[in-house]
C-alpha cells in the first residue's frame, strides 16, 4: 500500500524594521487579500534556503538588497484552511538601497507605520505573527484558523 504525502504550499515573510516602525505594503489584483496590508513575502522557489528566499523577495518587491548575516529568523507558522501552509517570518533592521514598488501591479503601496498604529486591515496571520515576534514567540500553529476576518472588505 502506498502512503501519499501532504503537500504543503512554503512562504517566508519580512518584517524591515526602521526605528519604531515597519514597512507594509497594500495588496492588489493579486487575488488573495487585495486591500489589505501585509509585509514583503512569497512563495519559495525551491532549490532556495529560507534566507535566500526572504533576499530575493526583498528585492523583487521593495528593491533592496539583504545580507544572510543581516536577516534573523523570527518564527515558524502552521496554517490550515483550503491547503496546509508553512510560513517562515523573517526580521531585518539593515538593507542596501531605497526602498520603492517594484511590483505596482500587485502593489497598490509601500508605507512605513509605527509598530503602535498598525492599519486595521492588517492581514490576520500577518498581524499574529508580527505580534509573537514582539513577545519572542517562535512558534504558532493554526491549523483551527478562521479566515473570516481576512474576508471582510478592507477597511481604510
Not at 509585509?39 to 545580507?67: F, L, P, Y
Request: charged share 30%; net charge negative.
Amino acid at each position: 500500500m502506498s502512503k501519499q504525502h501532504q503537500i504543503f504550499f512554503v512562504a517566508v515573510y519580512v518584517f524591515l524594521i526602521k526605528g519604531d516602525e515597519i514597512l507594509l505594503l497594500k495588496r492588489k489584483n493579486t487575488g488573495f487579500e487585495d486591500g489589505n496590508y501585509s509585509v514583503v513575502a512569497g512563495h519559495m522557489d525551491g532549490n532556495e534556503s529560507v534566507k535566500e528566499a526572504a533576499i530575493r523577495e526583498a528585492k523583487e518587491e521593495a528593491g533592496i538588497t539583504i545580507t544572510e548575516t543581516d536577516l534573523e529568523v523570527t518564527g515558524v507558522m502552521h496554517r490550515c484552511f483550503d491547503e496546509e501552509r508553512i510560513d517562515f517570518f523573517l526580521a531585518t533592521k539593515k538593507w542596501q538601497g531605497e526602498i520603492k514598488n517594484q511590483e505596482p501591479k500587485k502593489c497598490a503601496e509601500l508605507k512605513w507605520f509605527n509598530v503602535n498604529n498598525l492599519p486595521t486591515n492588517f492581514i490576520p496571520y500577518v498581524r499574529k505573527a508580527w505580534e509573537n515576534y514582539q513577545q519572542n514567540i517562535w512558534f504558532e500553529d493554526l491549523t483551527e484558523y478562521n479566515h473570516m476576518a481576512e474576508n471582510q472588505p478592507p477597511s481604510g
